[in-house]
């Protein structure tokens, strides 16, 4: 029989009572729907849709797991919600290397197979076989802290450097406010590592470095370090360039750059990214990825961004291309 976990937006006006007709799907085609404690006790405040879950839990047509299991039992994983749920499941799904079904309960749902008029045809089609997996590049980061102290001299930490190394301790510098139930040595981003400064903060002064070699020094309000999938997202509201899904490389973009020749960069999935705040920000510097608030940065800090090596693995179910998507998802002409 086959498992399919399922993660659920439960800020989603009426997802309990779709989830209650998801499981009708799957009873109908043998299969096993997983759900994690959290959101079955969640479905309590959901009224006449709790019943139904557990009227499905106790007739066995209805799994419930902890979370942890949530990313190891199931043969796929289906998200119930938009864009920023799926962002939210990547980084433990690409590392359990299990395939991901989004079905759209949002906005534009980029990373969504269906909308949710689509969303049972889609499911059935996936039990019986009939799919596609698109596999989506990572990116993952590390830091170097200097305890705030402004170094305008040094060289970019190497490729192979430790995870947030701490210059001034003993123990490294971790991602602490990263994620609450962060277990992995590096975070993973589908969509973009970013580096900006605080809501209320001057520009930084940064310099840009690849593979060792010196690009250029910006003062703006950040930069951005974009997947070919986040190439849709802040990148392109930023001014950057749009990448083929399926590409190997990354997008380079400044966020509002005080710079009349400031632009975009491009450049391959095999090189190294350094950036090393110089000044400004007043203290308040962040490194963030997929828009989760990631970790403070310093005066002299070195921001090292890769590619990781996970892929996000996407569920496709329907023949549209990236084009057709980008066109069906946003008022652009192509």
């Not at 009224?47 to 797991?65: M, R």
């Not at 890769?306 to 996407?314: F, L, Q």
Request: hydrophobic share 40%; aromatic share 8%; charged share 20%.
């Amino acid at each position: 029989m086959k498992k399919a976990g399922i993660i659920i937006n439960s800020n989603k006006p009426g997802v309990y009572e779709y989830l209650c007709e998801v499981i009708g799907v799957f009873a109908k085609n043998n299969a096993m729907p997983v759900i994690t404690v959290a959101d079955y006790e969640k479905a309590a405040r959901s009224g006449a849709a709790y019943v139904n879950l557990k009227n499905a839990k106790a007739n066995g047509t209805l799994e419930t797991v902890s979370e942890s299991e949530l990313f190891s039992i199931p043969d796929f994983l289906i998200v119930l919600g938009g864009d920023g749920t799926i962002l939210a499941a990547a980084e433990k799904a690409a590392q359990a290397g299990i395939p991901v079904l989004g079905i759209n309960l949002g906005t534009l749902g980029y990373l969504t197979d269906a909308d949710i008029s689509e969303g049972f045809a889609s499911i059935e089609k996936v039990l019986n076989g009939e799919y596609k997996i698109e596999k989506r590049m990572t990116l993952t980061a590390s830091f170097v802290i200097e305890n705030g102290r402004e170094n305008k001299g040094g060289k970019p930490p190497s490729a192979q450097s430790e995870f947030c190394e701490n210059k001034s301790a003993t123990q490294p510098h971790v991602f602490n406010e990263f994620s609450a139930n962060q277990t992995a040595k590096q975070p993973l981003a589908l969509n973009e590592f970013c580096v900006s400064k605080g809501v209320l903060s001057r520009m930084i002064t940064f310099s840009l470095s690849v593979n060792g070699s010196y690009i250029n020094t910006y003062r703006a309000d950040g930069i951005i370090c974009a997947t070919p999938t986040g190439s849709t997202a802040y990148n392109l509201s930023a001014g950057g360039p749009l990448l083929s899904p399926w590409s190997d490389m990354i997008a380079i973009t400044p966020i509002c750059p005080h710079d009349l020749f400031a632009r975009p960069t491009v450049v391959s999935g095999t090189d190294v990214i350094t950036i090393k705040i110089i000044s400004g920000g007043d203290g308040e510097i962040v490194l963030s990825a997929d828009g989760r608030h990631a970790a403070k940065l310093t005066h002299g800090s070195e921001v090292l961004i890769k590619a990781s090596e996970y892929y996000m693995s996407i569920i496709k179910t329907n023949d549209l291309s990236f084009f057709d998507v980008l066109r069906k998802k946003m008022p652009i002409y192509l």
